[in-house]
């Protein structure tokens, strides 16, 4: 966690203590004591974090809590968007794709590896699809 504290501590003073805290709503005095990885009698809350991480566009204090956890945090791409109607239709036909597949699959009572495959690479065509219409609604 130490690691976690020290990128909180840069992040802070990469963003200049004075402007992000006032953003937060905070004295600079109160920012630095309490993202100061030496000092433990002060320390950050949730939302602080969250603000800090907000106003500074600086994501390493989250990818090191990430990484101490055991996880890796990993920047999604947005897709662009499309006309709405394009795109709850090409959801539709995503969707009905899998439908289909699984549909096939399971005519004979049991589902093959290879039809396995196939059924998820059509479910992760399904989730692009609705990332797409996502950006659709926002943009509309």
Do not use: C, W
Not at 20 to 48: K, V, W
Not at 66 to 77: E, F, H, I, K, R
Not at 82 to 98: F, S, T
């Amino acid at each position: 966690m130490e690691q976690v504290h020290r990128a909180i501590h840069e992040a802070v003073l990469e963003a200049g203590p004075k402007q992000l805290a006032h953003l937060m709503g905070m004295s600079h005095t109160a920012l630095l004591n309490r993202s100061n990885p030496n000092d433990d009698s002060h320390r950050l809350n949730l939302e602080q974090f969250l603000q800090i991480l907000v106003h500074s566009k600086n994501v390493e204090p989250l990818e090191h809590l990430a990484n101490t956890l055991g996880y890796a945090l990993v920047p999604q791409a947005r897709p662009a968007s499309k006309n709405l109607i394009e795109a709850l239709v090409h959801l539709a036909a995503e969707y009905g794709d899998v439908s289909r597949l699984v549909h096939d699959a399971l005519a004979d009572g049991r589902v093959s590896p290879f039809e396995k495959a196939n059924i998820q690479k059509e479910i992760g065509h399904v989730r692009q699809s609705l990332l797409v219409l996502e950006e659709s609604v926002k943009a509309a």
